[in-house]
């Protein structure tokens, strides 16, 4: 089994607008702009974006595990203390991931991805390998 590239996390604070449908709709719009040959299927809570032959997989996790690891991730972060405050009281997010991808040929769909779940109103991009917020 290959490692997963893209991990990311996009923190979900309560009262965000953001949903799976949702973030599902602003792809479809990203995507059907471009000439690039694209599907996406939403399963439940599971959403996966497919180009070609490569699949990001995002998934929305609302389990009550995710508020004590959003405390975890708070407090490794430096500066700010609204912000830290925000992170840790984030209950749900989306986990994604992406297929190997050694030349990084999609690179650039994983930074769409993040900039479109940064669309809605508090989600704040966590990069897992690198234990730090992306969008602050």
């Known amino acids: 089994m290959g ?8 923190l979900i604070a309560p009262g965000s607008d953001a949903s799976l449908k949702a973030l599902k709709d602003k792809l479809y719009t990203w995507y059907s702009e471009s000439d690039d040959l694209f599907d996406l299927k939403l399963d439940g809570n599971q959403l996966k974006l497919s180009l070609g032959d490569y699949v990001f997989t995002i998934h929305y996790n609302d389990a009550p595990t995710v508020l004590a690891e959003s405390k975890e991730m708070a407090e490794i972060l430096k500066g700010d203390s609204d912000l830290k405050t925000a ?20 690179f650039n769909d994983s930074l769409y991805i993040q900039e479109h779940w940064e669309d809605f109103e508090g989600v704040f991009t966590f990069d897992i390998i690198n234990g730090e917020l992306l969008n602050v």
């Open 3 to 10: 490692y997963n590239y893209y991990q990311y996390f996009g």
């Open 87 to 106: 992170v840790a009281s984030c209950t749900a997010r989306f986990e994604m991931h992406g297929d190997e991808d050694e030349e990084m040929d999609y």
